[in-house]
């Protein structure tokens, strides 16, 4: 049987319903339940959940820290909670997913932006120290989306999950180059959703101001997310693009969000595969949504760019893409660099 949540639902006013949800014995038989809510609309959000939620504890989530996630496990050990709600963006939801599993009990995750596909992805991104790293964890239990608070969110936020589902495509293209040179196993099921995932939103002609879009960019980053714990790695969703973007935030961190950067990195890598039908595709995507396309257009210069492409392959040791296939030495990835934006230009 494919993995799955319980119940998926993207519509506005699902916050309200929550307590609909939780009254399912499959995710509490006794009600107890804790909720965990991000820093920015933690009042806005407990205002409307609390009167359908009765006795649950609400606590706040300061950052998506590895600190603040280890804290709210404790605070779930200690409480013999049956399940924990997470509302929020990305940050929100993945130090929940985290606390969820160090207390384990199930999550459900409540989304109030589309940013990228950590809602249902099996892989919590947290913050630590030495920067920046992913963790496993068992996927949500139940899964809702608020359109309410999605078209609240900042633009910028929503725009990103778009570049995140989109760089599926060269993820996939990455999987199955593993898969031909090195004998890596592949599912063809996974790869399957998360081009559906992507292709669903290429398709549209529509943008983040439609509730049809939003829903259909929400379905997909579940539906990416759910590929990945099919495959038992992030593989569909993650190649060479996403080292690209791993190796930006390292050495140039605030430079720009998850999924602008991804889709920069997978327009990056089709021009590197030399598949100009693809790259179109992305770019006009891309640009279609206000989202960055060229190195400059996140204020990285030529060099940082290739600064960034050289560590890439670095960030996911062991990843096959083709960044490890080309093996370019550093001065031919600058003049690969400079060829790209000349090309994304025209």
């Not at 399912?24 to 609309?41: E, K, L, N």
């Not at 407990?46 to 989530?61: D, K, M, Q, W, Y």
């Not at 997913?97 to 995750?109: D, E, N, R, W």
């Not at 990195?265 to 030399?274: D, H, S, T, V």
């Amino acid at each position: 049987m494919l993995p799955a949540p319980l119940t998926m639902e993207v519509r506005r006013g699902a916050i309200a319903q929550l307590g609909s949800l939780l009254a399912d014995s499959r995710v509490a038989t006794s009600g107890r339940v804790a909720v965990a809510v991000g820093a920015g609309q933690g009042d806005k959000i407990t205002s409307i959940v609390a009167p359908s939620l009765g006795e649950a504890r609400v606590f706040r989530v300061p950052d998506g820290s590895v600190d603040a996630a280890v804290t709210l496990g404790a605070d779930l050990r200690k409480g013999a909670y049956e399940a924990v709600v997470g509302i929020g963006g990305g940050k929100t939801i993945d130090a929940t997913k985290y606390a969820a599993s160090l207390a384990g009990i199930p999550m459900v995750a409540v989304a109030t932006n589309l940013s990228h596909d950590g809602i249902c992805s099996p892989v919590a991104s947290l913050t630590h120290d030495g920067g920046k790293g992913s963790f496993g964890v068992p996927m949500p239990l139940a899964i809702m989306v608020d359109l309410d608070f999605v078209h609240d969110a900042p633009s910028s936020l929503v725009r990103s999950g778009v570049g995140d589902v989109v760089s599926n495509l060269s993820a996939i293209e990455d999987w199955q180059l593993g898969n031909a040179e090195r004998g890596e196993p592949i599912d063809g099921v996974a790869c399957a959703m998360a081009r559906t995932a992507a292709e669903a939103v290429m398709g549209r002609s529509d943008s983040i101001e439609s509730d049809a879009f939003l829903t259909v960019l929400a379905e997909a980053l579940i539906l990416s997310g759910m590929s990945m714990v099919i495959a038992g790695s992030s593989r569909p969703s993650s190649g060479g693009d996403h080292e690209i973007l791993h190796a930006v935030d390292q050495l140039f961190p605030g430079t720009s969000n998850h999924g602008e950067l991804a889709g920069i990195g997978a327009a990056f890598c089709f021009f590197l595969r030399e598949d100009e039908r693809r790259l179109g595709q992305v770019a006009e995507c891309l640009r279609a949504h206000d989202l960055p396309v060229s190195p400059a257009d996140v204020g990285l210069s030529v060099e940082q760019f290739t600064e960034a492409v050289v560590l890439a392959p670095a960030t996911r040791p062991g990843r096959y893409t083709i960044l490890e296939h080309l093996r370019l030495s550093e001065a031919e990835i600058r003049d690969r660099v400079e060829d790209y934006v000349r090309t994304i230009g025209r």
